[in-house]
């Protein structure tokens, strides 16, 4: 089975997509998902309670995804997790199978969760990261899974003296490969890009931008009013408001992302996450020539 390490490791361009997952999410719904997607990706991610929205746990959904033949990015978050929870996730990954591993703090709940979960954040995601590490080199544990370990970081318009000691951290920790936001500014992006290859950081880990097929106008001010770490120019939302299309405007708008992002210089790879419809992906895939 092909997998996402292996992926970013020895292509020019890594491809791997975001499946949904809700509360009422079963094994069947994942299998029909993995299905779409499993002959135009290098690997599937599954989100651990993104957003603070529930869904059943992401080790049970890349289970049923390396069932299915897919390789699976399992993201995982330290907010509601203990040290010792987190191990135990760690060590269950590497048991089932699953070589790549997005760590992250993880968002607030949402207002109206009742009754509210306290937050543990027992361990951030640097400290999640060198556990990660920790486990990968132990000599006591009989299988010591090789996880190809990633982070998350949000892109900017860079100030001339701005180091990036936080991204240096991150990869000092064991982060292997780096995954941006959601960005649909590729000007911002290669300026981003172009600052981390000046400091020599793209020598040191893997960078994997994100992008989204969005649907609607409204689709795309949602996300940028309810996640500040989604980037997606005005241009971009007027396209969508003035396209007889909408869909088709959205497809083509992230195939445009998708291309300029391959030529960035730094960028190893592309993950998409589709507002709605799922089919969505593969389209925008074959569209813009980076088949996975």
Request: charged residues 25%.
């Amino acid at each position: 089975m092909k997998t996402f390490k292996d992926a970013v490791r020895t292509r020019d361009f890594a491809v791997s997509a975001e499946i949904f997952l809700r509360p009422e999410s079963d094994a069947e719904t994942i299998r029909q998902q993995a299905g779409v997607l499993r002959d135009h990706v290098d690997a599937i991610v599954v989100t651990d309670n993104q957003f603070g929205q529930l869904h059943m746990s992401t080790l049970v959904a890349a289970s049923i995804l390396l069932d299915s033949g897919v390789d699976a990015v399992v993201q995982m978050s330290s907010r509601n997790r203990n040290r010792i929870a987190l191990l135990s996730d760690l060590l269950g990954a590497g048991v089932l199978g699953v070589t790549s591993l997005l760590l992250i703090r993880g968002a607030k709940v949402p207002a109206g969760f009742d009754p509210k979960p306290k937050v543990v954040l027992d361990v951030n995601a640097m400290e999640f990261m060198r556990i990660a590490a920790t486990v990968k080199a132990d000599p006591k544990l009989r299988y010591c899974p090789d996880f190809f370990v990633g982070g998350v970081i949000t892109p900017h318009v860079p100030r001339d003296n701005w180091k990036a000691k936080r991204l240096e951290e991150k990869i000092d920790a064991g982060a292997q490969f780096i995954q941006t936001h959601i960005c649909m500014d590729t000007d911002l992006l290669r300026g981003f890009m172009k600052h981390l290859v000046d400091e020599g950081l793209v020598q040191r880990t893997s960078f994997i931008g994100a992008v989204a097929v969005l649907e609607s106008a409204d689709d795309a001010r949602w996300l940028k009013k309810n996640r500040p770490s989604v980037i997606v120019p005005d241009a971009l939302i007027e396209r969508l408001d003035v396209a007889d299309d909408p869909r088709e405007e959205g497809v083509q708008i992230c195939v445009e992302t998708l291309q300029a992002m391959a030529e960035i210089p730094g960028i190893a790879g592309a993950s998409i996450m589709a507002s709605r419809n799922l089919t969505t992906i593969p389209e925008v895939i074959s569209r813009s020539g980076l088949s996975g």
